[in-house]
């Protein structure tokens, strides 16, 4: 923001146009929090040039971005989650997969957006998709999990200062787990899940949060069937949600997230004070109308460009029946 900021550069996130800027600069240390999954792939570079990453160190965001050691740490707290495996060839992925049993969640690792994931349903799906892959990214690993079909998808949004865990706020999905993120409408707060769902998902919230020694926001996403809970994944950084539950809240969430990370303060010097009005609704946008050939079904890939809020005071609005009346558990590959 021009108003706020001492200086502003307009620049590619890559690490050879921040160089210059932080041998200008010489900043005591950076967030990588506020700048999404790209800013926190570059996390490792600033580690190893010995640059002070403020808030959240780097072993544990690597942890919490490394499949096979954040599988292992939720087996060690004991936090249920979707089998899965990591194949480096397609006769890997084929085991795999047949191990795990389908439907599988299929995708290569370290990528944005959801790019090239796909839920596939036999082995000449899977080679198929995981050869056109390694075409694309020939040094990429394949990611296989098994797909919980028809199950409900929800979020956490959190922020921790190394001790105490403050929830900012449970989303419940419209879509399926299935559909990305960024293209499921959101409730907030939940609205069909049970009490115990959502206590067992602050509960994973908080031990996960601590474990990770997270000093800033986390997000965490989370798998609902047969009223198990299963966590999918946990981002270490602000999510596009954060922002949505700031304003849904009338709460300064980022400021205090901020100071968090800086350690000049802990959760305990905030009086946060939630001001929720009926429910909020995270509405995507797409803009399927400027690119006519694309597939319109919602899936793994992310396909929206944008998102609205839209705030109702009880679920009797015309605009939430309308949506949860179209809620569909049967995902389209």
Not at 229 to 257: D, Q
Not at 268 to 283: E, L, W, Y
């Amino acid at each position: 923001d021009f108003d706020i900021a001492d200086k502003l550069y307009f620049e590619p996130v890559f690490w050879e146009h921040l160089e210059e800027i932080i041998e200008l600069e010489k900043p005591e240390g950076i967030i990588v929090q506020l700048g999404g999954q790209t800013a926190l792939k570059l996390a490792k570079t600033f580690h190893e040039k010995g640059i002070n990453i403020i808030g959240t160190d780097f072993h544990s965001m690597d942890l919490a971005e490394d499949r096979g050691r954040f599988s292992d740490l939720l087996r060690d707290l004991d936090i249920p989650y979707p089998n899965y495996g990591v194949a480096n060839d397609a006769t890997e992925a084929l085991r795999i997969a047949n191990e795990i049993k389908y439907p599988v969640l299929v995708r290569p690792s370290y990528v944005l957006g959801g790019q090239d994931m796909r839920i596939v349903i036999n082995d000449n799906e899977l080679e198929r998709h995981v050869l056109s892959i390694f075409k694309k990214m020939p040094d990429n690993q394949i990611l296989i999990d098994h797909f919980l079909d028809r199950a409900k998808e929800a979020e956490v949004d959190a922020i921790c200062d190394g001790k105490q865990v403050h929830v900012m706020g449970i989303m419940e999905h419209i879509e399926p787990a299935g559909v990305h993120s960024g293209d499921s409408s959101a409730v907030l707060p939940t609205y069909s899940l049970s009490v115990a769902t959502v206590n067992t998902m602050v509960e994973y919230t908080e031990k996960l949060a601590k474990a990770l020694k997270i000093k800033g926001l986390i997000n965490i996403q989370f798998a609902i069937k047969d009223e198990k809970v299963y966590v999918i994944e946990a981002n270490p950084r602000a999510s596009r949600t954060t922002p949505f539950i700031a304003k849904a809240y009338n709460v300064p969430y980022l400021k205090i997230a901020t100071k968090v990370m800086l350690g000049t303060h802990q959760l305990s010097d905030f009086n946060i004070n939630p001001q929720p009005k009926g429910f909020a609704i995270k509405v995507p946008v797409f803009s399927f109308n400027k690119f006519p050939g694309v597939d319109k079904n919602l899936g793994p890939e992310m396909k929206s460009t944008g998102e609205a809020i839209r705030f109702i005071v009880d679920l009797s609005d015309p605009f939430f029946r309308q949506l949860d009346s179209q809620r569909n558990m049967y995902l389209t590959r």
